[in-house]
């Protein structure tokens, strides 16, 4: 991704709170003074079921959906929902995913595995893979659900703003009573990873 | 919502830029009924201040509301999703007639690939239908814009406007800029007016024609207004579109000329010849019907379309480019792993009374809400879901039907809130027509499906203020239901003596389950249990995974993990309960015959 143009694809499971995290993303960028679209989906989609946000920056954007093949950040809430998406990583591009795993359907019923393999298919398909433990950060913090406000800021290392920007839009997002929370999940999140080297 | 950027810029969504272009437009009546994509625009719209508000119980109803808040001379709006519109068709079609004297707008958000809709219809049809101009904004700040538009337009027009929207637009999020709110031009208050209102045969006859006349007035407007705008480029590419699939054309084809349809009905026929005859290939890029296309051929023009582009499912830059230049992009396919549908929540009592119905093979006529993915494994348990309400008067036909090889076996599932949108009538119709269907009614106490909307049976507005609360056993028994029963969903061996008895009784019955919905902020801050298996005592027999819950895991054992755990080499596993995801229902428990599954310490 440039400094001035990207796409961001955000991948979970219902109830992971990608809606939020998309907000926090879009709104730094708009707040940077970029032009900013997102799209995502609501209803059926949500109950436990995959969900993606998709998000775009430049200094124009016409789509609010990003192409196979053409996201440059690829941030997946949950371990499997990064490979069931990675094609829509473009060559050279960054997937941080979370290690959490959470069993589908099929797997909760034994008729499938979870797939043990992940890792290496990531590998094989991404330019740059970082696997971050946000669970754990976001239950030390005794917030599970702060797991997405972790994985934002695991990934921001990999987008064109200061992580002040971020902590800009926590403030202007979130009520006050979670505000601390969430901006501790933030800082421990930015420690969860370097971007020059692997997971931290 | 969002704060003003540098430049002023804040970021909303289609539906908050809608709820936002209603209020800076001074709408002060606005009526819906819920349904993905459309529900944010009223929980948007009600947050501002002077406005009024409200869930109605179906889409016919807000439609009705809208109109008369209109004819009493205020801006009015009724929102809906797709399948609402059908709904509230018949007075949409004459209000068409009567027009307007506060502007009145009715916004339609389609679901193109049906996200969470169970059809894929158009909604542009109706425009061309029932002769109702329709604006159709391409993101954002088009649908702040063209909202505030709609009601001038309404008024100048003497029509109801449709607003086109779809899910692409509602759920995408965009830069906008705010304006301050207008004050209407007409003037609140009724103005007797029979000719006009009152749409007995001699006054609707004069009527069509005023509507006749208006669509050619319109036409005018949509030739010459800069609603509908040409975007000169490259002669070689001519591309007709409008919605979200302009987007797509921009990124697909930035050099191509393209005409902008912002006005989706009517169309401006000399705009599209002249822009016909500018280029050397002209295709037409939409979503879902040939609405476009169909009326430029009708113009005697030569136009590529839906062979080029499909008429299934949503559009995407890759589409429309391919589509367009023939030629395959390099091929991105995704990896196999196993899917992920959308599954019932843990704790949700949905599951208890679908894990019953499974055990007792009953015919389930289903109906709208999450409780429809009760038809996925493993619950398996419904038959039939075609629309809101049908559940009842669909068990009703196929006792009808089949007499007493019916009887005993067929039971209606419907929600709290679908049941007072259009069950109710269904009831009546059993009980009119000495029908012995069992109707169950699932109170949750909320809309749950689009997101947690108030509704009549809940004793809330729709901005959370007290009021009467719709008693279901009082209803039923005054449409003449006798047996009416409530029962805990959570506890399947009560349900399931209840359900028994009911199915086989020759005679109408009600049995209503009663357990709020898992999301809900008064469940979860109720003291709940958190349920463990015990390893030692699993045998891996999947009893308790046959409820699907998220929260009941599958750990899979090789023959030496399993030797290596002390079990037979032949167990294939055991179950696991997630803490983070466990409900504490109580559902699982009863059904381990070695009970595993016992209550966490804490």
């Given at each position: 991704m440039s400094v001035k143009s990207g796409n961001i694809f955000l991948a979970g499971v219902g109830g992971q709170g990608t809606l939020l995290a998309s907000e926090l993303l879009s709104e730094a960028f708009l707040l940077a003074g970029h032009d900013v679209k997102n799209s995502e989906v609501h209803g059926m989609a949500q109950r436990g079921g995959a969900v993606t946000t998709h998000i775009r920056f430049g200094p124009k954007v016409y789509s609010p959906l990003i192409e196979p093949g053409c996201a440059d950040l690829l941030v997946a809430f949950e371990k499997m929902e990064a490979l069931r998406f990675v094609?829509?990583?473009?060559?050279g591009g960054v997937v941080v995913a979370n290690t959490q795993e959470i069993q589908p359907p099929s797997v909760l019923r034994g008729?499938?595995?979870?797939?043990?393999d992940i890792e290496e298919r990531l590998r094989a398909a991404a330019g740059r893979l970082f696997l971050v433990d946000a669970l754990s950060a976001a239950l030390a913090l005794k917030e599970v659900r702060a797991v997405n406000v972790v994985m934002v800021a695991a990934a921001s290392?990999?987008?064109?703003?200061?992580?002040q920007a971020y902590e800009d839009a926590l403030k202007l997002r979130l009520p006050a009573k979670i505000l601390d929370v969430n901006v501790a999940a933030f800082r421990a999140g930015r420690e969860l990873l370097s971007p020059t080297g692997g997971a931290a | 919502m969002s704060v003003p950027s540098k430049e002023g810029l804040v970021l909303l969504s289609g539906n908050e830029a809608i709820a936002r272009g209603a209020f800076e437009a001074g709408v002060k009546v606005a009526s819906a009924y819920p349904g993905t994509?459309?529900?944010e625009i009223l929980e948007n719209f009600a947050r501002y201040e002077g406005v009024y508000a409200e869930w109605a119980p179906n889409e016919k109803v807000s439609v009705e509301v809208a109109i008369g808040a209109s004819m009493a001379g205020v801006r009015a709006l009724s929102t809906m999703k797709h399948v609402g519109v059908n709904v509230a068709a018949d007075p949409i079609f004459t209000a068409s007639y009567t027009g307007v004297r506060g502007g009145l707008v009715i916004v339609a958000a389609d679901d193109p690939e049906m996200h969470s809709s169970q059809n894929e219809q158009d909604s542009r049809h109706y425009a061309v239908a029932a002769k109702i101009p329709m604006l159709e904004p391409s993101d954002s700040a088009e649908a702040r814009e063209y909202t505030l538009l709609a009601y001038e337009l309404s008024e100048r027009f003497d029509t109801p406007f449709f607003l086109r929207s779809t899910t692409r637009i509602a759920h995408a999020k965009g830069a906008v800029r705010l304006e301050a709110p207008v004050v209407p031009p007409v003037e609140p208050g009724i103005v007797r007016d029979a000719a006009k209102w009152v749409m007995l045969p001699v006054h609707a006859r004069w009527r069509h024609g005023l509507v006749e006349q208006r669509t050619l007035a319109l036409v005018e407007y949509a030739e010459t207004s800069g609603i509908n705008r040409v975007e000169p480029g490259d002669r070689s590419l001519g591309i007709i579109t409008g919605g979200v699939s302009y987007q797509y054309v921009k990124e697909a084809f930035p050099a191509a000329s393209v005409l902008k349809l912002g006005m989706a009905w009517p169309m401006p026929e000399k705009m599209i010849r002249d822009f016909a005859a500018g280029v050397d290939r002209l295709v037409v890029v939409e979503e879902l019907d040939p609405h476009i296309e169909t009326h430029v051929k009708a113009l005697g023009l030569k136009t590529h379309g839906k062979d080029l582009i499909p008429i299934c499912g949503e559009l995407d830059p890759r589409i429309v480019r391919e589509g367009i230049t023939g030629e395959k992009a390099p091929a991105h396919s995704p990896e196999r792993v196993p899917n992920r549908p959308p599954n019932l929540c843990p704790g949700c009592p949905h599951r208890g009374l679908f894990f019953v119905l499974n055990k007792l093979k009953a015919i389930v006529s289903g109906d709208i809400g999450c409780y429809t993915l009760a038809a996925l494994p493993p619950l398996s348990a419904m038959d039939l879901c075609v629309c809101m309400g049908a559940s009842v008067s669909a068990a009703h036909g196929m006792e009808k039907a089949l007499g007493k090889g019916a009887h005993g076996q067929v039971v209606a599932v419907i929600g709290d809130s679908t049941f007072l949108h259009s069950g109710i009538t269904g009831l009546i119709d059993i009980v009119y027509n000495r029908g012995k269907s069992t109707v169950i009614i699932l109170d949750n106490g909320i809309t749950a499906m689009t997101g947690a909307q108030e509704n009549p049976s809940t004793g809330k507005t729709l901005q959370g203020q007290p009021t009467h609360r719709i008693d279901f056993v009082a209803l039923c028994r005054a449409i003449g239901v006798e047996h009416v029963y409530p029962v805990n969903p959570h506890d399947m061996e009560a349900t399931e003596v209840v359900l028994r008895r009911e199915m086989a009784r020759e005679a109408p019955s009600v049995v209503i389950t009663q357990a709020l919905c898992a999301l809900l902020p008064e469940h979860r801050r109720a003291e709940r249990p958190v349920y463990e298996v015990s390893t030692a005592a699993?045998?891996?027999?999947k009893a308790c995974s046959k409820l699907g819950c998220p929260a009941i895991e599958w750990v899979a054992y090789t023959p030496e993990e399993a030797a290596a755990a002390g079990k037979k080499s032949a167990q294939k596993g055991v179950t696991r309960i997630n803490p983070l995801l466990c409900d504490g229902c109580g559902q699982c428990p009863p059904l381990c015959k070695f009970n595993a599954i016992l209550e966490k310490k804490r």
């Open positions: 094609h829509y990583l473009a060559p008729l499938e595995l979870y797939p043990g290392h990999f987008l064109p703003l200061p992580a | 994509p459309s529900t699993c045998v891996g027999c």
